[in-house]
């Protein structure tokens, strides 16, 4: 009866004090989390930090394809998802410290959170230039649109806190769109190499998207392939030749089945024929271990993943046989992930910055 007795006293002051007790929580939140640097202290070399793993369809874990990939003290990301920029601020990584964003190509899912990212770059270090945005053909039609659709919200923000918070000069994006070799004449182009970064964008098959690209990073010795959207494709297995980690879309079609059978039982009809055609320009985890297999990569980290999978306990059903193709760590990704390559090594060490 006493340890009731206590019990009941117990939620009576909670109640009672319930104001101070949620102030006091929040505070010790703002004092562990708010503007915290999660790059301070990082080894020099190579970091892959998953700011968004998911795809067009709603995943409650996962944002939008965003992936940040830390080069010393230089951070870039490449593709902008729904939701991705919150992510990067959750996981302490400061969003003015951006220098450039990579986009694959410009289905949705890949574009819908750049406004969203330029605003938290933008107000989040004064810039005066806008974020340089690099891209197949197209990029520019990408961000004359945006800045047509924020003109008034940036009007607003210049006004309401000063162009010495938000320079009016720094605000949106600025299109940097690159071509690739024509077919058979080569696959690749280097769009940065200075500072010991050297960031090349090649060739993927996503048709009937077209360009689609994929990014490869090197820096000290270390080096990070993303795939972008892709089906099998020989041009990705080169540019990942050799590469330390390879980050690889997955799509299984044997969950995608299940997803398209309930659909039909619901009569939506419409979204069960998306979910049939998506099979054919995307790639099975199996077919991503087969490339990191043939490429030589020593470690496969999974994204872009589809079907949703808010349950680690789906994760072998998600992976199918992956691992006969491929002996090395396969990495179901999650938002928050970090992959860290520190330059001089060969290590692969994983951690999260993200609660799930």
Partial sequence: MAGVALLAIALVCVKLFQRQIGTALLERAVEQRVGRDATAGLPD??????????SPLPDPTRAGPCTLVIAGKRIFLVDAGEGGGKNIVQMGIPPGRIEALFLTHFHSDHIDGLAQILLL??????????????????????LAGLRTAYTLDTGYRIAHHGPKILPPSGAGGTALPFALPPPGQGDSVVLVDDGGVKITAFRVDHRPVD??????????GRSVVLSGDTAPSPTLVAAAKGADVLVHEALQPKLVAVLTKGLEARGQANMAQVTRDIIDYHSTPEQAAQAAK????????????VPPMPIRFAYPAFLGDAGRYYDGPITVGEDGMMLSLPAGSHEVTLKRLLDR
Avoid at 121 to 142: C, K, M, N
């Fill in 121 to 142: 770059r933008w107000s989040g270090s004064s810039w005066q230039t806008p974020l340089p945005v690099h891209g197949p053909a197209g990029v520019e039609g990408v």
């Fill in 211 to 220: 360009p689609a690209v994929g990014y490869r990073f090197d820096y000290k």
């Fill in 45 to 54: 070399g190579l970091h892959v930090a998953l700011c968004g793993t998911g």
């Fill in 294 to 305: 043939a490429a030589g990569v020593r470690y496969l980290m999974l994204n872009h993943i």
